[in-house]
């Protein structure tokens, strides 16, 4: 009875454990592209996998991480561990509690603290930067492994050989290692699993450009993942749990001697592989940071989901620059990364009041039009809006702009939306979708209490900061770049959103529509802009006059969907529903908008300091 | 021709210390001075004068309930995982498995998956529309709604860290000679009474290190919330995160950070006076075996 | 008459395939030391954990003092072990291990006091209260264990080996402490060891184990002077064990030579094996002597000479006050009370113990 319910306990516990990665490996066979529908039996994504450069780059650049951090980290705490054999207790215990630390700080300490380092050092974060971290954080680990074993080491064996005339190094290599080898191996298999999974600390090390499995997860989640990921992973779990079964299982049923150098054989097959891994994976690594197009790089920075993909392709083609693109989820993150590092990304697309704020920080440098030929195809009227942020239109070039209202579920809301009071209707409840953003969240708080959404009156953003810590627990979440698939997969009932998504949305979901309410809201303009210390300045000035194209900016609205300032590219639109679409181009002048100021640092804290509070609340 | 072996074997040892000198100035490099830093920056404002106000910005009341809610979350998740583990520890140590026991490495190699993965896919099993609530459906049961809420994320802390509970409890529960339980009982103890006066004592410092391994991930993580918790509740490791990653403020980040290496250095004292009792003992045991 | 306090009835117990004990029964009368000899893996430690409770047996039954106490769990005998690594607990301090069965069953703070310090006497441990049980010596923690064990007042007090993991010195003063220690207290000693000297030193009462089965048990003169079967004259002390040939009542052929012997009974030309002991032998002028033969070696050992003598086939081996040269000529003489005939082993039990302590 014991027995059973021992059993019956372990196996809860195994279910626990292996529940959600079954569910993985059954979702990577699922055709649909949606985690929550069962769509059909497939093998797609496994070969779109091994098809998908970007996802296959990330596993190398993991491994190859991995494996170096695993083979340097090893050997330093091996030979750490004896040297300090041979120190004195002092220093010992010293190194000891020293290279501890990182195993006992919390992660995100040891991340923003390597990051400070490399910032202060210059160091342009990357490969480079993400195998010193990981070295730093893999030690301990060896070391936790190696050192129980150091301690009782024989030492009269190494003086003994020393003693029959053995140089030391040969006195090591034949006396030491032996004993040492079953934990050096733990240990460096330790390292390897905590650089394989580690995610925090290479978060904030790593450069533009440069994702590992865990970063590009991460930034995946906000966007939705694809689902080669899935099949990747459940590739990775089927081998490591195949060698597991290979070094565990089989030696028991061989007879014992055999079992050693089978094992022996497994150790070394193992080895093989995992040299061969590196060398590719160095190799790919390599290849990535060196391989640039004929007319050398360019590194672009824009919004999620915001460009024609095949449009990057088309560039780079017709002018032979490698493009390295990445994209941010609000102008809040790419702020910060440009300005740790403003000469990580050479052509950016921040908004308006962004713009503002790093012309006012000297991130941003004059473009020269004589360069951007194509820049008269954007309509006058945009240029004039653009000098509330860009006075004299000397650093910027609109792309896309749009206002933010609420997309709203027929099916679900009967009533006529007008107004932002619906997002505060406990009828809802659980059914909202909030901009994870400091801004929009505070614009919605403050323009439905009448408040300019630039405000710097203390009250009308504690009213707004309060009114939003009510609406808290109708909100189903605060989110990005997901209120589009949600509210699409029919997740929510309403959720704030950017104008441009209404027309995408409502193509795949009929039932869906997009309104601005009365209390008005706020119009943005997203534009190209030049990093200060970029490196690529010509190349930067092709990709805007590139995208300033009548025919590039048409195809780019057909497949983005947002508004686009390019009177060009407006005239070629077929469709006369959308050309004249109130929703794809409205009338400003019909309905109460105001454009973001940068406020400064001090008014900007407390905006920060109000949506903090807003987040915190229960 | 001996004392020329003897100086030898001295040069020998002598060339053994330099072996941890690399290191030495690696963890100066890459684990004092960086922590330095963050104690420069969370003590200085942007125009690099000192202040305290970083750190004291912990009193706001966003950052407040963060913290607090941080190490409820924390403090929950933890003790899940005790209790989640330690009958487990018991059963594994009942089973008298042989030291690299298959069933260990079972419970470790989830940890060979991607942990953002493994949390990814909670969301699916937890979703309105999920996998769970699909079965519960089938069962004709209540539906769980449990996604973007604190229970969420306890359970995405628990899933994450019960292995780093797991295996020092079981290690330690292992290392427990079974003639002490023996003798316990011998002197009249019934089980319960064995485990509360014997058995429980002596797993203590298997249960401080999965207490520590788990209580400070769990305490500073951003990760599993901003998945789990649908960006609605914010944790202490949001704020640092935010505060280096959108809201640019390092100076702030770093001092709330301070807050949290402060935590973690206590927790660290407290390792080392342990230790410290610990190798004493073990050196009168030699001492005593002589 | 002391009366029986434990009767182990037809005990079996089996690990995986290996028969540990195999119809084991045994009686031990109160008040006495009893001690369970034999050779590591003979199953004497599972004996006393069967008594103890720390083990079941597959069959069988344990009576206590009338009682049948085969299934009920060590917390509810009334014995108390001392265990072979003295299994201190080592949060506690000296004292907290010795009160620890006292608090269990709920003494008074006064009483556990008393007896406490009591027993810290009796063991000359006072003064230790406080240490922990790391910081004590083998023989204090041996101390330790025994006090923690008779405060409880057991009516038996199971020894396993505990003086395995001291030294000569300290093993042999630890000896009298014990003897000493049953005599005051007055409770019976079960006692588990593989040490013939220490066996024949302390009991009152042996049981020669191999193998799971008994094979001699009785006082320590008579398991010394009168072994029964080869095993036992092997394993208590040094000694000459032959196959020979029982002539007649009282005459023996030892390797092709006639000793005279004071046994009777094993017919006529019958195989057996006779024991003679090394110091029975006694080395005289070549003539003099039953047989003749040449010392092979001599080693000093302190209180005699241990001499190789080969004589027809055969090396005896001798003690002796009185050393010989090496390659000297001597006669050997055996007096007639000291052959000791046996039968020769029949059963195929016995025969895989003669079996066994020849490949030993």
Excluded at chain 1, 539 to 547: E, L, Q
Excluded at chain 2, 179 to 185: E, K
Excluded at chain 3, 81 to 93: C, D, E, G, I, R
Excluded at chain 3, 322 to 345: C, H, T, W
Aim: charged letters at 20%; a negative charge; proline letters at 4%.
């Amino acid at each position: 009875m014991k027995k059973f319910f021992s059993r019956f306990y372990m196996a809860l516990i195994f279910i626990f454990m292996y529940a959600p990665i079954l569910t993985l490996i059954v979702l990577s066979f699922n055709a649909s592209k949606s985690r929550a529908k069962w769509g059909g039996f497939t093998l797609k994504w496994y070969v779109d996998l091994f098809q998908d450069e970007t996802i296959m780059g990330t596993l190398w650049n993991t491994l190859s991480i991995a494996i170096l951090a695993t083979i340097i980290s090893t050997f330093i705490g091996t030979v750490t561990c004896i040297g300090l054999m041979y120190a004195n207790k002092k220093t010992r215990a010293i190194v000891m509690n020293i290279a501890n630390i990182p195993m006992i700080n919390a992660d995100i300490v040891t991340g923003i603290s390597l990051m400070l380092l490399f910032q202060a050092m210059h160091v342009t974060t990357g490969f480079g930067t993400i195998l010193m971290a990981h070295i730093t954080f893999d030690i301990p680990f060896v070391m936790l492994s190696v050192m129980p074993r150091v301690k009782t080491l024989n030492q009269n064996t190494y003086e003994a050989a020393l003693d029959l005339g053995a140089t030391p190094i040969y006195a090591f290599r034949k006396a030491v290692l032996p004993e040492l080898w079953p934990v050096i191996i733990a240990g460096g298999l330790m390292a390897f699993t905590m650089s394989i999974d580690d995610f925090i600390i290479t978060y904030f090390t790593k450069g533009s450009g440069y994702e590992t499995l865990s970063t590009l997860i991460y930034s995946e989640v906000k966007r939705g993942i694809q689902p080669e990921i899935y099949a990747l992973s459940a590739i990775i779990f089927v081998a490591v749990m195949f060698l597991l079964i290979l070094v565990n299982v089989i030696p028991k049923i061989r007879s014992d001697r055999k079992a050693r150098r089978g094992r022996k054989k497994i150790a070394a097959a193992v080895l093989v592989l995992c040299l061969t891994a590196t060398s590719m994976g160095t190799l790919t690594a390599c290849g990535t940071n060196s391989s640039t197009g004929k007319n050398g790089k360019l590194y672009v920075y824009n919004w999620g989901e915001y460009i024609d993909p095949d449009l990057i392709d088309q560039f780079e083609e017709e002018t032979g620059i490698d493009v390295i693109y990445d994209m941010f989820e609000t102008n809040e993150v790419m702020y910060a990364k440009m300005a740790q590092d403003s000469s990580a990304y050479d052509v950016i697309c921040p908004s308006d009041y962004m713009i503002n704020k790093m012309i006012e920080n000297d991130l941003l440098q004059e473009l020269d039009f004589s360069q951007i030929p194509n820049a008269e195809n954007i309509g006058e009227s945009y240029w004039t809006s653009s000098e509330t942020f860009d006075p004299g239109n000397k650093y910027s070039v609109p792309y896309c702009w749009g206002t933010v209202g609420i997309l709203y579920n027929k099916t679900m809301v009967d009533e006529e939306v007008n107004s932002w009071d619906i997002l505060w209707d406990d009828k809802y409840s659980g059914q909202i979708l909030m901009q994870d953003s400091v801004r929009d969240a505070l614009m919605i708080a403050l323009m439905r209490n009448g408040y300019s959404c630039n405000t710097d009156d203390e009250e009308a953003l504690e009213e707004a900061a309060q009114d939003l810590i009510a609406q808290k627990p109708l909100v189903q979440a605060y989110v990005v770049d997901q209120v589009r698939d949600k509210m699409i997969g029919n997740e929510a009932a309403l959720g704030v959103i950017y104008s441009g998504e209404a027309i995408y949305t409502q193509q795949e979901n009929p039932d869906l529509e997009y309104v601005v309410p009365d209390e008005g809201t706020n119009v943005w303009i997203d534009s190209w802009v030049i990093s200060k210390n970029s490196k690529n300045v010509e190349n930067a000035h092709k990709w805007i006059n590139f995208m300033c194209r009548a025919d590039v900016a048409y195809k780019n609205f057909e497949y983005i969907t947002y508004s686009t300032p390019n009177e060009a590219a407006r005239e070629l639109i077929e469709d006369d529903a959308i050309k004249n679409s109130e929703i794809a181009f409205p009338d400003l002048t019909t309905m109460k908008t105001e454009a973001y100021q940068y406020l400064g640092t001090d008014v900007e804290r407390l905006y920060n300091d109000k949506w903090m509070e807003v987040k915190s609340a229960d | 021709m001996n004392l020329n072996r003897q100086n030898k074997i001295h040069n020998g040892k002598k060339q053994m210390i330099w072996l941890s000198t690399p290191y030495i100035g690696w963890s100066l490099l890459f684990v004092v001075i960086p922590l330095c830093m963050v104690l420069y920056y969370g003590l200085t404002t942007d125009t690099w004068s000192f202040t305290f106000a970083n750190v004291t910005h912990i009193t706001e009341p966003g950052y407040m309930k963060a913290l607090v809610r941080s190490v409820e979350l924390a403090v929950i998740a933890t003790i899940v995982c005790f209790l989640l583990a330690y009958p487990l520890g018991m059963i594994l140590r009942s089973m008298h498995l042989s030291r690299n026991g298959f069933i260990i490495t079972l419970f470790i190699l989830p940890m060979w998956m991607n942990f953002l993965l493994r949390t990814l896919t909670w969301m699916t099993l937890l979703e309105g529309s999920g996998v769970i609530n699909g079965i519960l459906n089938v069962l004709h049961l209540p539906n769980i709604h449990i996604i973007n809420t604190p229970a969420a994320i306890v359970l995405g802390m628990v899933y994450n860290y019960l292995p780093f509970m797991i295996l020092p409890i079981y290690t330690a529960l292992n290392n427990i000679d079974e003639d002490l339980l023996n003798a316990s009982r011998d002197l009249g103890a019934g089980e319960l009474q064995t485990f509360c006066k014997v058995t429980f004592p002596l797993s203590l410092p298997g249960v401080g290190s999965g207490v520590t391994m788990v209580f400070i991930p769990a305490l500073t993580t951003f990760a599993i919330s901003s998945m789990l918790g649908g960006s609605k509740i914010m944790l202490i490791g949001n704020v640092i995160e935010q505060e280096f990653t959108s809201l640019y403020d390092w100076h702030l980040g770093s001092g709330i950070s301070i807050i949290l290496m402060v935590v973690i250095i206590i927790n660290m004292m407290l390792n080392i006076a342990f230790d410290a009792k610990e190798e004493r003992q073990a050196k009168s045991i030699k001492g005593g075996k002589r | 008459m002391a009366r029986e306090l434990i009767t182990l009835e037809h005990i079996y117990k089996s690990y995986g395939d290996q028969l540990v004990l195999d119809d084991l029964s045994l009686m031990i009368k109160e008040n006495s030391f009893v001690t369970l000899l034999g050779p590591s893996g003979c199953g004497k430690t599972t004996t006393l954990r069967i008594i103890g409770g720390f083990e079941y047996p597959d069959s069988g039954a344990v009576v206590f003092d009338g009682k049948n106490i085969t299934d009920l769990s060590p917390n509810k005998r009334n014995l108390n072990t001392v265990f072979q690594k003295y299994a201190l607990f080592p949060h506690m301090t000296v004292e907290e291990n010795i009160a620890f069965g006292l608090k269990i069953s709920n003494k008074s703070q006064q009483y556990i006091k008393d007896k406490v310090k009591y027993a810290l006497k009796l063991l000359n441990m006072d003064g230790f209260e406080q240490r922990k049980p790391d910081s004590l010596s083998g023989g204090q923690q041996q101390r330790v264990a025994i006090a923690r064990a008779i405060v409880n007042e057991p009516k038996v007090l199971l020894l396993d080996e505990p003086l395995g993991a001291l030294d000569l010195k300290m093993r042999q003063g630890m000896q009298y402490e014990l003897m000493r220690l049953k005599n005051e207290l007055g409770i019976t000693f079960i006692y588990v060891t593989h040490d013939q000297e220490e066996a024949l030193t302390m009991s009152d009462h042996i049981i020669v184990m191999n193998q799971g089965y008994i094979q001699q048990e009785g006082t320590p003169e008579m398991i010394y002077n009168e072994p029964e079967n080869a095993f036992v004259a092997d394993f208590i002390g040094d000694s000459n064990i032959l196959r020979a040939k029982m002539i007649q009542d009282k005459l023996v052929e030892i390797q092709g030579a006639k000793f005279a012997c004071v046994d009777v009974g094993f017919g006529q030309n019958n195989p057996v094996d006779v024991v003679i002991r090394p110091e029975d032998i006694e080395l005289l002028e070549p003539e003099k002597g039953i047989i003749k033969g040449r010392v092979l070696n001599t080693v000093f050992r302190g209180v005699h000479y241990e001499m190789e003598v080969e004589a027809h086939n055969y090396k005896w081996l001798v003690h002796s006050t009185r050393m010989k040269e090496v390659g000297q000529e001597v006669g050997l003489y055996v007096d007639p009370f000291n052959i000791q005939v046996m039968n020769v082993p029949e059963s195929e039990d016995e025969e895989a113990i003669s079996e066994l302590e020849q490949t030993e």
